[in-house]
């Protein structure tokens, strides 16, 4: 492969340019490397360990270098890798399909992935709630195929509680291809007693012990009217519902949200679980790079390009704020939340979606990328690879540049070593296993 700085192709261009346009044709090349070394400490050369330091430079792009330093013999710290606690999917039937389960089997082998996430798990196409002859009829037998499967492979869900079955609707506002409703419950009390069964009854089939490991999110972006016709005020009742719901279960089985959309309601939310004596477990929420820049119309190349480069690690201070130190679980993100934005397809979305990922990982408990796979129908199922899906792997299995990256991560072990030095675009990270035995060095453009 070529070197993504003195082999890649030449950039014929010498007046400043817009950054998205300089990031565009960086990630022509080689986005991210990463690279090997069994060099400790003792063993450096003479002349190099007089500074303790290594060094990497970047060769110039327009005339212009960058040096960065690290010191090996310097302690490490942590490196968390929250990223591995959840991926994302799309809705909860796919789960039933065998070409989706295979996909999951290896993102989880390959890349470590320990929960999934999906919408749409009360939805009336897993049948889980019907009326009949006026009385509720639960099935819960999807459901257990689903999870039977993740359980086997040795992953947990993070349960989406969403959408509502239209038996127990206020109204028919639906979202998406296969119409999940999205209004609140006619009656809290109905939505109550379903989550009283259905919780109840992975109790029963999984056991406390196991089901307790699972984090219980309510809803999906309800700050967005899309998602949620009910408002604030609404939506925090129905939280309170199933918090009362399930704690009456358990107190151990873990309860959490509001999963808005950009990081929204989070100081709300607390003031008003603290006043109604329902307290989250965790913190949950969402966040792309594109959402406060420029209008729903504005592409998202433009758009990445008014964003700073700390974009989602500011955002995960202001959520850290909020959580305290309760878990803050990022249950979705991406590089943009265009659905079929070629950038996913791309170099660039490994090498900055690796970029986001280093940056939050002192500061969240989940990052959950959206999504591991390109079978995905929110608007329609797609029928060719490569179409801007969101997914790590697209429609046949065959992983997208982000896989890559994801593994690339991956190697850097669980020891972090800090670096000096800056530049525009370019990223250095140093890490190691826990023995700090091997030196892994990851380069980001």
């Not at 003792?42 to 010191?71: Q, R």
């Not at 998202?300 to 959520?319: C, F, I, K, N």
């Not at 959206?370 to 046949?396: C, K, Q, R, V």
Request: glycine residues 6%.
């Amino acid at each position: 492969m070529q070197d993504p700085i003195t082999n890649g192709p030449e950039l014929p261009f010498t007046t400043p340019m817009r950054r998205r346009t300089l990031l565009r044709r960086l990630g022509a090349g080689l986005a991210v490397a990463v690279g090997h070394s069994t060099c400790r400490p003792a063993a450096i050369d003479t002349a190099a360990s007089a500074s303790k330091a290594v060094s990497m430079s970047s060769s110039p792009l327009v005339a212009a270098s960058a040096t960065f330093a690290c010191d090996l013999s310097a302690p490490s710290q942590p490196r968390r890798h929250p990223w591995r606690h959840c991926v994302g999917s799309c809705h909860a039937p796919t789960a039933l399909r065998a070409d989706w389960q295979q996909q999951l089997a290896r993102a989880h082998r390959e890349l470590g992935f320990r929960h999934v996430r999906f919408h749409g798990l009360l939805s009336d196409d897993m049948g889980t709630l019907v009326n009949q002859d006026n009385q509720f009829l639960f099935s819960f037998f999807n459901i257990d195929r689903v999870f039977d499967f993740l359980l086997s492979i040795g992953m947990r869900p993070l349960v989406e509680l969403s959408f509502m079955p239209a038996t127990l609707s206020s109204d028919g506002n639906s979202v998406f291809h296969y119409r999940a409703n999205v209004t609140p419950p006619r009656r809290m009390a109905d939505w109550q007693l379903l989550m009283t069964k259905l919780v109840g009854h992975w109790v029963e089939r999984y056991g406390l012990d196991e089901v307790a490991q699972w984090p219980l999110e309510v809803w999906n972006e309800p700050n967005l009217v899309a998602f949620w016709t009910g408002g604030q005020a609404k939506y925090f009742e129905l939280f309170q519902a199933t918090w009362q719901s399930v704690k009456a279960i358990s107190p151990r089985l873990q309860v959490g949200g509001p999963a808005t959309a950009a990081n929204a309601w989070l100081d709300e939310f607390n003031a008003f679980c603290a006043a109604n004596a329902c307290p989250p477990d965790f913190l949950s929420t969402h966040y792309y790079p594109t959402d406060a820049f420029g209008s729903v119309d504005t592409d998202t190349e433009s758009q990445l390009a008014d964003a700073p480069m700390s974009v989602m690690r500011d955002r995960a201070r202001e959520a850290r704020a909020a959580a305290g130190a309760k878990p803050l679980y990022y249950t979705e993100w991406n590089i943009t939340s265009n659905p079929r934005d070629p950038l996913h397809d791309g170099p660039f979305c490994a090498a900055l979606a690796t970029h986001f990922m280093l940056e939050v990982d002192d500061l969240v408990d989940a990052f959950s990328w959206w999504a591991f796979t390109d079978i995905f129908e929110e608007n329609y199922f797609p029928s060719i690879p490569y179409h801007g899906g969101f997914g790590l792997l697209d429609l046949y299995g065959v992983p997208k540049p982000v896989y890559r990256g994801f593994q690339m991560l991956d190697q850097l072990g669980t020891r972090r070593r800090r670096v000096d030095g800056e530049h525009a675009t370019v990223r250095v990270h140093v890490g190691a296993p826990d023995d700090d035995a091997v030196t892994s060095v990851l380069l980001l453009n």
